[in-house]
C-alpha cells in the first residue's frame, strides 16, 4: 500500500474533516489530540496528514507535497487550477455575499463603487459579470470594517450563520454562491497512486452520501 500525504486545513473545517476520516473507517486519534502538533502519521492506512493554512493546501497539492488536499470551495475559487477537484464534502457550508450598511444601492449613481474583500478574484469575476465597473480593495481579514470606516461601499465576504455582519450592522445585498469544502488531488499522484487514492476517495465519498 503506497503512503498517501493529506494536507487538512487548519482551523474551522478541521473537526469536520476529521469526523469524515473517522466515518470512513480511518482511526484520527492522533489527529483529534493533536495540541499544536502538524504532523501526524497514520500507521495502519499508511498516510500522513499535515495541517496548513488555506491557501497553502492548494500550493502543496499542486507542488505534489501532498497527494490530497481538504480545503474550501472559496480558497478554490480564488486560487489556481493546476490540481483535479474530485468530491464535495459538505461541511464548511457557507456562502460568498455582497454585504454592506442598509440603504446602500451599488447600482446608483455614477460614481466608481469600492468593494472591499479577501477574495478580489472572485469579486472582480462576480462584477465583471454583472457588468458593474468596480475598484477592488484586498483586505486580510475582519472585512465587515470597510464599509464601516468608509473604506469601501462593500464587501464581498463568506457568510457562514450571519452573525458577524448582525453584529455589525451590516445586511447581505446580494447572493453569489454557495460554499462547501472540497477534496483535491494532484494530478500525477492520481495516476501513480490511482489504486490507493482511488479506494480512499470512494470510501470518503460512500460516507458523504450516506450523511447526505
Ligand atoms: C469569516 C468571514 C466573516 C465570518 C463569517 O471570517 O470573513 O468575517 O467568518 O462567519 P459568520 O457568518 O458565521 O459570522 P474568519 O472568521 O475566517 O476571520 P477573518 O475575518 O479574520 O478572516
Known sequence: M????????????????????????????ELKHKGRRLVFHQEQ??????????ND????????????GIVGKDTLMEAGKNYYEVVDLKI??????????????????YNQKKIA??????????FDEKGLDVEIIKIEGS??????LGLADAIVDIMETGTTLKENG????????DISARIIVN???????????????NKIQDYVEGQN
Open 57 to 68: 493546501v492548494i500550493t502543496y497539492v499542486e507542488h505534489g507535497v501532498a497527494d490530497i
Open 92 to 109: 464548511g457550508k457557507c456562502k460568498f455575499i455582497v454585504a454592506s450598511k442598509k440603504g446602500i444601492n451599488l447600482y446608483s449613481g
Open 117 to 126: 474583500t479577501k477574495y478580489p478574484e472572485v469579486a472582480r469575476k462576480y
Open 170 to 177: 451590516l445586511v447581505v445585498l446580494e447572493e453569489i454562491c
Open 45 to 54: 492506512n499508511n498516510l500522513d496528514f499535515f495541517l496548513a493554512k488555506a
Open 143 to 148: 472585512v465587515e470594517l470597510a464599509p464601516i
Open 2 to 29: 503506497k503512503n498517501l500525504k493529506i494536507a487538512l486545513t487548519k482551523g474551522r473545517l478541521e473537526t469536520g474533516a476529521v469526523e469524515i476520516f473517522e466515518g470512513a473507517g480511518i482511526d484520527c486519534s
Open 187 to 201: 494530478v500525477a499522484s492520481l495516476k501513480m497512486k490511482k489504486e490507493e487514492i482511488e479506494a480512499l476517495i
